[in-house]
């Protein structure tokens, strides 16, 4: 496709549900990021890969936070036993080149999560 | 955590003044990039300045960086109500372990027509 895609756009889940939130980067970028966005705040951090493989994980808040990239396109950001404090937006983004700083990143739109 | 705090936190003016959003963060970088974000969408890439360079400019984007201050400036000449958005300056730590960028609170702005 021609950016970075994220699905769903929407979701509310119940408190201790399980939720996976999908990212299909644009195709051939090399590095794939994860971050959250709470309300009223900058992005944050939550994990980086390198193709599949996951090079930082030190940003994901909790082992409930599992991200995966296992054909080096498609992650997947899975959260087990939501919690009302994982609602925020969480944002996906791609650049064609090892790391971010070097190079414009692409984001997607987002997903925003609401726990009730 | 977040490297920057953006100031000033909002920002109001009328179409055709300039707006003027200031960043600044703590350690050392490599480089440091200026993205905005409408309501609800996610963040678009305006521009990159890199750690040795002063000033960059693009279209009506003038950008400055004074790293022995640790900040940052972004001025949007001629504003037009489409440059309505918050604004995030974000940096990469220099020896940080994978690049990431790590981003401001941003500066909300708003023009009115």
């Known amino acids: 496709g021609a950016g970075v895609s994220q699905s769903p756009r929407y979701k509310v889940a119940k408190r201790g549900q399980d939720v996976a939130l999908r990212c299909d980067p644009i195709?051939?970028?090399?590095?794939l990021f994860w971050y959250q966005q709470a309300l009223g705040q900058g992005p944050e951090f939550l994990t980086y890969?390198?193709?599949?493989?996951?090079?930082?994980k030190s940003g994901l808040p909790s082992d409930r936070f599992f991200a995966e990239r296992p054909e080096g396109s498609v992650s997947t950001l899975k959260i087990q036993r939501t919690q009302q404090e994982d609602s925020a937006v969480y944002l996906c983004?791609?650049?064609?080149?090892?790391?971010?700083?070097?190079?414009?990143?692409?984001f997607g739109q987002g997903t925003r999560l609401t726990v009730v | 955590s977040q490297q920057g705090e953006e100031d000033p936190q909002a920002l109001s003016i009328q179409e055709g003044e300039n707006a003027t959003m200031n960043c600044s963060y703590k350690t050392s970088i490599n480089n440091l990039q200026w993205y905005r974000q409408n309501s609800g969408r996610g963040l678009v890439h305006l521009i990159l300045i890199r750690s040795n360079e002063r000033e960059k400019h693009s279209g009506r984007l003038r950008v400055t960086l004074d790293t022995s201050k640790k900040s940052s400036s972004l001025l949007i000449t001629a504003s037009r109500a489409a440059d309505t958005a918050s604004y995030f300056c974000a940096t990469d730590e220099y020896g940080g372990s994978q690049g990431n960028l790590i981003f401001g609170k941003g500066t909300k702005l708003s023009v009115k027509p």
């Open positions: 890969f390198q193709n599949e493989a996951q090079l930082d």
């Open positions: 195709s051939g970028h090399v590095s």
């Open positions: 983004a791609s650049s064609p080149l090892a790391g971010q700083g070097n190079t414009e990143a692409f």
